[in-house]
């Protein structure tokens, strides 16, 4: 099987200041990989590299056989819309849309994508579709925004600390979620965290320190997200 995405060398400078040191991975198809590591380890700007979000200072990040480090901008913006989603800390809607209309932006094309109504019953959001965020809760606006997210059925799902802002009840309903929706789409997820937990439900964990991957570990035994325990 080959890689979806590959990353060979990849350094990144902010003002002088090396944060990735030449780091290089293969990610495989319809897994779930958490880059794990401290705040200022370098893993939030390798996500965003990888993602497009970024460009490295050097290096070279491939999806399948193509070099997007070395796509133009339209380029770069056009595999951005129809193959990868990003999932951020903060839920990023659109306060004056409704719930509806937030997850239908972010569908590539109505031919290709998932149903609005069946997503939204996955997630446990349908009875919330023509409510505005301001009358959600937190979990219940993360759910929106990974609609949002996967509804154009991307190849990757980018999530960077998605369950941040969460509480430990909601942080285990959204893991679960992604792992679901990773078995059932197909999904290749990379998750960003600090939390051990989150990791321990992964089926591969990449920590990073002072920018580079200081360990690689397949886990043979992954747990359910319901067994995570917060500290």
């Given at each position: 099987?080959?890689?979806?995405?590959?990353?060979e060398?990849?350094?990144?400078i902010?003002?002088?200041?090396?944060i990735?040191?030449?780091?290089s991975?293969?990610?495989?198809?319809?897994?779930?990989?958490?880059l794990?590591?401290?705040?200022?380890?370098g893993k939030?700007?390798?996500l965003?590299?990888?993602?497009?979000l970024?460009?490295?200072?050097s290096g070279?990040v491939?999806?399948?056989?193509?070099?997007?480090?070395?796509?133009?901008?339209?380029?770069?913006?056009d595999?951005?819309r129809?193959?990868?989603?990003?999932?951020?800390?903060?839920y990023?809607?659109?306060?004056?849309l409704?719930?509806?209309?937030?997850i239908e932006?972010?569908?590539?094309?109505?031919?290709?994508?998932?149903?609005?109504?069946?997503?939204?019953?996955?997630?446990?959001?349908?009875?919330?579709?023509?409510?505005?965020?301001s009358e959600?809760?937190?979990?219940?606006?993360?759910r929106?925004?990974?609609a949002?997210?996967?509804?154009k059925?991307?190849?990757?799902?980018?999530c960077d600390?998605?369950?941040?802002?969460?509480?430990e009840n909601?942080?285990?309903?959204?893991?679960?979620?992604?792992?679901h929706?990773?078995?059932?789409?197909?999904?290749?997820?990379?998750?960003v965290?600090?939390?051990?937990?989150i990791?321990?439900?992964?089926?591969?964990?990449?920590?990073?320190?002072?920018?580079?991957?200081?360990?690689?570990?397949?886990?043979?035994?992954?747990?359910?997200?319901?067994?995570m325990?917060?500290?």
């Amino acid at each position: 099987m080959e890689a979806i995405l590959k990353a060979e060398k990849i350094e990144k400078i902010f003002k002088q200041e090396k944060i990735l040191k030449g780091i290089s991975l293969e990610i495989m198809p319809n897994s779930f990989t958490v880059l794990l590591g401290p705040s200022g380890s370098g893993k939030t700007t390798l996500l965003n590299i990888l993602s497009g979000l970024l460009k490295p200072s050097s290096g070279k990040v491939y999806y399948k056989d193509k070099a997007i480090t070395e796509f133009s901008k339209n380029q770069l913006a056009d595999w951005k819309r129809k193959n990868v989603s990003n999932i951020f800390q903060s839920y990023l809607l659109l306060n004056n849309l409704t719930v509806r209309e937030n997850i239908e932006i972010g569908m590539f094309s109505p031919d290709n994508g998932l149903p609005l109504d069946e997503l939204s019953h996955l997630l446990e959001i349908h009875h919330l579709l023509d409510k505005f965020p301001s009358e959600l809760s937190g979990g219940q606006q993360q759910r929106v925004a990974i609609a949002r997210a996967v509804i154009k059925k991307p190849d990757i799902l980018f999530c960077d600390e998605a369950t941040g802002a969460l509480d430990e009840n909601n942080s285990k309903k959204v893991v679960a979620l992604l792992h679901h929706l990773k078995q059932s789409l197909g999904l290749t997820v990379i998750f960003v965290t600090h939390n051990l937990q989150i990791a321990e439900t992964a089926d591969r964990v990449i920590t990073i320190k002072d920018g580079l991957i200081h360990q690689d570990k397949i886990n043979q035994n992954p747990i359910s997200a319901y067994e995570m325990i917060w500290g």
